[in-house]
Nanobody, 120 residues
Framework: QVQLVESGGGLVQAGGSLRLSCAASGSIRSINTMGWYRQAPGKQRELVADITSGGRTNYADSVQGRFIISRDNAKNTVYLQMNSLKPEDTAMYYC??????????????WGQGTQVTVSS
């Protein structure tokens, strides 16, 4: 069994910063790409950023230059540093990871989500 547990969401004023963390635990052999998605009310879930096991990153245009994704492979943890936050960044943020379990299964796992609210 594999779990992804997010932390770090909250309420912040526009222009502020937050750092999200997501730790994977359980029957893990290896982790490929890890990423962050978000979903605002009435909108589809969208990719915010992702990072490969080798450290290659990819960002949505809307967060490029403001958000930084990183990971600690030894801790099976991915981070999202969010700077210069805007009200339109308000959403539920979900962690995502492609994980090969110790039994050899390759699956995509999701965290439970952490709320980020940016006030104007």
């Amino acid at each position: 069994q594999v779990q992804l547990v997010e932390s770090g969401g909250g309420l912040v004023q526009a222009g502020g910063s937050l750092r999200l963390s997501c730790a994977a635990s359980g029957s893990i052999r290896s982790i490929n790409t890890m990423g962050w998605y978000r979903q605002a009310p009435g909108k589809q879930r969208e990719l915010v950023a992702d990072i490969t096991s080798g450290g290659r990153t990819n960002y949505a245009d809307s967060v490029q230059g403001r958000f930084i994704i990183s990971r600690d492979n030894a801790k099976n943890t991915v981070y999202l540093q969010m700077n210069s936050l805007k009200p339109e960044d308000t959403a539920m943020y979900y962690c995502n990871a492609e994980i090969r379990t110790k039994l050899g299964w390759l699956r995509t796992y999701w965290g439970q989500g952490t709320q980020v609210t940016v006030s104007s």
